[in-house]
T-cell receptor
Framework: DADVTQTPRNRITKTGKRIMLECSQT?????MYWYRQDPGLGLRLIYY???????NKGEISDGYSVSRQAQAKFSLSLESAIPNQTALYFC???????????FGPGTRLTVT | DAKTTQPPSMDCAEGRAANLPCNHS???????VYWYRQIHSQGPQYIIH???NNETNEMASLIITEDRKSSTLILPHATLRDTAVYYC????????????FGQGTRLTINP
């Protein structure tokens, strides 16, 4: 089984709808991250969390919210989706201290 | 975190060594150099990281200059499956590890 899983893998939704992207990890890491990738560009950080009670905004948090339900679960919500939130979304985990991050397979979100 | 600069694209023949350069002239003493790659639109995959010594693992070697202002990722015997976008990232190992991905280098391995 994959270390980091994301659901759904693909989603098409309409403008104004609320949508939740989910991430689960089996690495046992405390740190979890949500990134967004637009075509032809690198990933940008949306939110990150060091534990269940520690949530932090990243570079592009406007229009998004997150929930850390457990050490292993970190969800990203779009309260009212808009077309420019169409992108690839990646979840990642890490243990800090200079170690590497492990990324999920991504969710392709299209907002029409 | 220090900004990194990479060439936008490179080509390499299959079976040859692929050498990917990265400039990080403003890197601080607490920052590691990390390399990740992204194949098609898959999640980025960690390759290697280092502080100041050269590093080698089963995937690649990382050569960091003595002044730490630049580095080179070496894929010793490139295969078609190594075609990907390669990202060089400088990040403070004592910090939150908010990785900053630039546009990377698109490496194409040619048969």
């Amino acid at each position: 089984d994959a270390d980091v899983t994301q659901t759904p893998r693909n989603r098409i939704t309409k403008t104004g709808k609320r949508i939740m992207l989910e991430c689960s990890q089996t690495k046992g890491h405390d740190r979890m991250y949500w990134y967004r990738q637009d075509p032809g560009l690198g990933l940008r950080l949306i939110y990150y969390s060091f534990d269940v009670k520690d949530i932090n905004k990243g570079e592009i948090s406007d229009g998004y919210s997150v929930s850390r339900q457990a050490q292993a679960k970190f969800s990203l919500s779009l309260e009212s989706a808009i077309p420019n939130q169409t992108a690839l979304y990646f979840c990642a985990t890490g243990s800090g201290g200079g170690s590497e991050q492990y990324f999920g397979p991504g969710t392709r979100l299209t907002v029409t | 975190d220090a900004k990194t600069t990479q060439p936008p694209s490179m080509d390499c023949a299959e079976g040859r060594a692929a050498n990917l350069p990265c400039n990080h002239s403003t890197i601080s003493g607490n920052e590691y150099v990390y390399w990740y790659r992204q194949i098609h639109s898959q999640g980025p995959q960690y390759i290697i990281h280092g502080l100041k010594n050269n590093e080698t693992n089963e995937m690649a070697s990382l050569i960091i200059t003595e002044d730490r202002k630049s580095s080179t990722l070496i894929l010793p015997h490139a295969t078609l499956r190594d075609t990907a976008v390669y990202y060089c990232i400088a990040d403070d190992f004592q910090g939150a590890q908010k990785l900053v991905f630039g546009q990377g280098t698109r490496l194409t391995i040619n048969p």
